[in-house]
Nanobody, 119 residues
Framework: QVQLVESGGGLVQAGGSLKLSCATS????????MDWYRQAPGKQREFVAS???????NYADSVKGRFTISLDDAKNTAYLQMNNLNSDDTAVYYC?????????????WGQGTQVTVSS
């Protein structure tokens, strides 16, 4: 099991930026992928972005061109830089790690960090 600790959430005005961090308890290159999901009030959790070590990032259409996912293997940390935020981005953001387990893969989750965008 991988322990994930998120930070960086908060309140920001529309058009502003925030950078979320997710520290992992294992070397990040041992993880299959690091992902960000979010869940808005009354909605299902949705995919935001993912990246594998030395891999190409993937983004949800709703955040392409505004969000950037990255890894720092020296710090075992994943980041989500969020620019040009709008009210639709208000949600609890969860860091997730897809890990290798015997017979396949499993997923661990962080505790979530609240992002609130005011208009």
């Amino acid at each position: 099991q991988v322990q994930l600790v998120e930070s960086g959430g908060g309140l920001v005005q529309a058009g502003g930026s925030l950078k979320l961090s997710c520290a992992t308890s294992v070397p990040i290159f041992t993880v299959a992928s690091m992902d960000w999901y979010r869940q808005a009030p009354g909605k299902q959790r949705e995919f935001v972005a993912s990246i594998a070590f030395l891999g190409t990032p993937n983004y949800a259409d709703s955040v392409k061109g505004r969000f950037t996912i990255s890894l720092d293997d020296a710090k075992n940390t994943a980041y989500l830089q969020m620019n040009n935020l709008n009210s639709d981005d208000t949600a609890v953001y969860y860091c997730s790690a897809e890990i290798f387990v015997k017979g396949g893969r499993a997923r661990d989750w962080g505790q979530g960090t609240q992002v609130t965008v005011s208009s």
